[in-house]
């Protein structure tokens, strides 16, 4: 069975060009800072999989050019980086999907389950990926849902990336708080029926903090 490829879709944690809705309270150098704290967490958990042979591990990078993307990965421990390219999120997204399967499972006429995630997850662990790895055995379609109308986690079987299917990734309001709710409708149009995960809170705003702040290794 072809190993599952996890893509971490990741934005180069430089001042001024990274969490602006954060930048606008807290300044750009310490948004800047919340995004690398954010980011080296998130490759940490998803290089734990990588090690133990449960994944293939890509990592999606934008803001910065592809050469100095590649080494930015590397300096996190990633072999695989991609540049996301142009376009909407989902276009990136899709993107990274095709790049999985034509990088690591070229001859695999089903293709292979793949994850997609950000870097905006102070809660992520393992679990929560294995979880969404054990979901797609069963379903074709997996989503972790966010607290603010998105998803944190998207899940697709083979079948649905072999060849990659166009619903999860066009015609969606990204950015927007109607994110999941229409692509979950674009999955029941589609005849797929999803496996939801928990809810988890995306790290986007000022307000997001609040339930870090109080810890010992607090975000700001």
Known sequence: MAKPALVVMARWPAAGRCKRRLATNLGIVRAASIQARLSKHTLRVANNLANRGLVELQLAITG????????????QGVSTVEHQGKGSLGERMRRQVLRAQQRHHPQTIKGCNTLLIGTDLP????????????????????????TDGGYWLLGLSGRLVQPVTRWPFCGIPWGT???????????ADAGVMPCLLHEQNDLDSLEDLSPWQACDEGLI
């Open 64 to 75: 910065l050019a592809p050469k100095a993307s590649k080494r930015w990965g590397l300096d």
């Open 123 to 146: 809660n992520l662990c393992e679990r929560d990926l294995l979880q969404a790895l054990e979901a797609l055995q069963e379903h074709e379609f997996v989503l972790g849902p966010a």
């Open 177 to 187: 708080n109607q994110v999941k709710q229409v692509t979950l409708q674009k999955a």
